[in-house]
């Protein structure tokens, strides 16, 4: 079983920074997908972005483009979502995922994504 865990969640005010880590336990495979995605208030998930282990960029959802991005730590279990100018919209549960595939879809389809950690909340304030 994989283990997924994300950290760095917290409370900032409109226009300021926040940077989630996301720890996974072991290596899944030498294709594989990490994926951010997060869960406003009464709704389900959505992509945030995501990497997959043999392409060149991460892609991410309209929304984050140009304020997120998504880094890779000094070995493959950690990861990185940095959030820029965030807005008060941006509030919301945030998790990371990881998976086996060649295919790395912003929806969170359960056949792709497999292990999720429990989320950490970002509140951003006015």
């Known amino acids: 079983q994989v283990q997924v865990m994300e950290s760095g969640g917290g409370s900032v005010q409109a226009g300021g920074s926040l940077r989630l880590t996301c720890e996974v336990s072991r290596a899944i495979g030498r294709s594989y997908c990490l994926g951010w995605f997060r869960q406003p208030p009464g709704k389900g998930r959505e992509g945030v972005g995501n990497i997959y282990s043999g392409g060149p960029d991460p892609i991410y959802a309209d929304y984050a483009k140009g304020r997120f991005a998504i880094s890779q730590g000094p070995d493959k279990y950690t990861y990185f979502l940095q959030m820029d100018n965030l807005t008060p919209e941006d509030t919301d549960i945030y998790y990371c995922?990881?998976?086996?595939?060649?295919?790395?879809?912003?929806?969170?389809?359960?056949?792709?994504?497999?292990?999720w950690g429990q989320g950490t909340q970002v509140t951003v304030s006015p």
């Open positions: 995922a990881t998976g086996r595939g060649g295919y790395c879809p912003l929806s969170p389809d359960p056949d792709v994504w497999k292990f």
